[in-house]
């Protein structure tokens, strides 16, 4: 099992500044990426930004050149530093981990999936 822990979120003004921090801990040997997802009431939940093991990155449009992500292997700690904020950045954010897992005596494995409980961010003058 893998358990995460969410911190920074908070109030911010246009233009200001959040850094969000998750930590994993438990099993977490076969984590191969983590990142952030936001949700809005009434809408589906979407990628913010995500990182695997190997350094890839992958931002969601309405965030590139904003946001920045990035992990902390040896602290299991991935973290979103969002520069330039908008009131639309307004959400529920949420660390999300895919952790691989052997099954089986021949080696294959599945990705399972972990999800923080959600930090608030808000954006408002």
Request: glycine share 12%.
């Amino acid at each position: 099992q893998v358990q995460l822990a969410e911190s920074g979120g908070g109030s911010a003004r246009p233009g200001g500044s959040l850094r969000l921090s998750c930590a994993a801990s438990g099993s977490t040997s076969g984590i191969n990426v983590m990142g952030w997802y936001r949700q809005v009431p009434g809408k589906e939940r979407d990628l913010v930004a995500s990182i695997t093991t190997g350094g890839r990155t992958d931002y969601a449009d309405s965030v590139k050149g904003r946001f920045t992500i990035s992990r902390d292997s040896a602290r299991n700690t991935v973290s979103l530093q969002m520069n330039s904020l908008k009131p639309e950045d307004t959400a529920i954010y949420y660390c999300n981990v895919k952790a691989r897992f052997v099954i089986n005596v021949e080696g294959a494995s599945r990705t399972r999936e972990y999800w923080g409980q959600g930090t608030q961010v808000t954006v408002s003058s």
